[in-house]
């Protein structure tokens, strides 16, 4: 079992940046892909990013390329997410989970965590 709590969420203006962090317990994290999802109010959840275990190999939306950074400490058993020159379209509850595969799907994805509110004001 893995267990994911994400943190580093807020309200910010438009153009500046927040870090969240996705930090796991459980065994063999470190052997896991993680990925960062978002769902916004009536809308269906998002693909941001994701990482291999390795921290290797990423993938972003094509959207969000330039502006998200996903970066990982295994050591730290944590995930991050960068977002700079944030927009009031990027308001979003933002979720991490953890899967064998560094998919777009979140269907692949087997643990999750709560999530933590990021609201851009204009």
């Known amino acids: 079992q893995v267990q994911l709590v994400e943190s580093g969420g807020g309200l910010v203006q438009a153009g500046g940046s927040l870090r969240l962090s996705c930090a796991a317990s459980?065994?063999?994290?470190?052997?896991?892909?993680t990925g960062w999802f978002r769902q916004a109010p009536g809308k269906e959840r998002e693909f941001v990013a994701t990482?291999?275990?390795?921290?290797?190999?990423?993938h972003y939306a094509d959207s969000l390329k330039g502006r998200f950074s996903i970066s990982r400490d295994n050591a730290k058993n944590t995930v991050y997410l960068q977002m700079n020159s944030l927009k009031p379209e990027d308001t979003a509850v933002y979720s991490c989970?953890?899967?064998?595969?560094?998919?777009?799907?979140?269907?692949?994805?087997?643990?999750w965590g709560q999530g933590t509110q990021v609201t851009v004001s204009s």
């Open positions: 989970a953890a899967g064998r595969l560094s998919t777009s799907l979140s269907a692949t994805y087997d643990y």
């Open positions: 459980g065994r063999s994290f470190s052997s896991y892909a």
């Open positions: 990482i291999t275990w390795s921290g290797g190999w990423t």
